[in-house]
């Protein structure tokens, strides 16, 4: 199957790429025609809609485009559908990670117990007649005291998934962040629900 890409990111797009084609799905790139979407719905899915729909659109194929939020508890789920956006519209992974780390510091949020979050991701495909599928995956952790590793993109130098030794998805290698990332794990459930039956 082949699909279009959604995402303007080159990060989460290379890793989209991967995963997906170890689930034998061909992962096409994003037109350069295509200009930026706009991402102003207040849910992950309602995002990934928007810029599933404006490619779906644009090149007449099946688009996939995901959405992801980083989910602290401390923050009352915060910064959530924003987590991209979290220091500012332009903000770079490192502005985001410092006012994660800042507003975790004011809440008083030090120890591990008050530091458990989530990653959240929703694929969706939507094809140019309307229909869609719509998976997520979700990948529980705690968020460190400063960041760690040289690996990932955004918050994965802060980030340490539950199911793991300890270290943050970017101290990892990319194999084993997918193995239990929370893209990972939608995308795998996205390559289920595309399989012929």
């Known amino acids: 199957m082949r699909l279009v890409c959604a995402s303007a990111n080159p990060d989460k797009v290379a890793e989209m790429a991967a995963i997906l084609a170890d689930c034998g799905v061909d992962l096409l790139p994003r037109p350069d025609s ?12 309602g995002n990934a809609r928007l810029k599933a729909m404006a490619i779906a659109e644009a ?23 924003r987590s991209a956006r979290y220091a500012g519209d332009h903000a770079t992974y490192e502005e985001n990670v410092e006012r994660l780390l800042a507003e975790l510091a004011e809440r008083g949020a030090i120890t591990v117990d008050r530091r458990t979050a989530r990653f959240r991701t ?20 705690t968020i460190t005291e400063s960041p ?50």
Do not use: Q
Request: glycine content about 14%; aromatic content about 4%; proline content about 5%.
């Open 59 to 81: 090149t007449g194929l099946a688009a996939v485009a995901d959405d992801t939020g980083l989910e602290v508890d401390a923050l009352d789920g915060a910064p959530g559908v």
């Open 34 to 45: 295509v200009g930026d979407v706009v991402e102003d719905a207040d849910t992950l899915e």
């Open 148 to 197: 760690r590793g040289d690996g990932g993109f955004g918050y994965d130098p802060v980030f340490a998934p539950s199911e793991a030794d300890g270290r943050t998805f970017a101290e990892m290698t990319a194999a084993e962040k997918h193995t239990i990332s929370h893209r990972g794990r939608a995308l795998r459930a996205l390559a289920v629900a595309l399989a012929p039956r």
């Open 122 to 141: 929703v694929v969706l495909v939507r094809w140019p007649d309307g229909r869609e599928v719509v998976v997520d995956g979700v990948c529980e952790g």
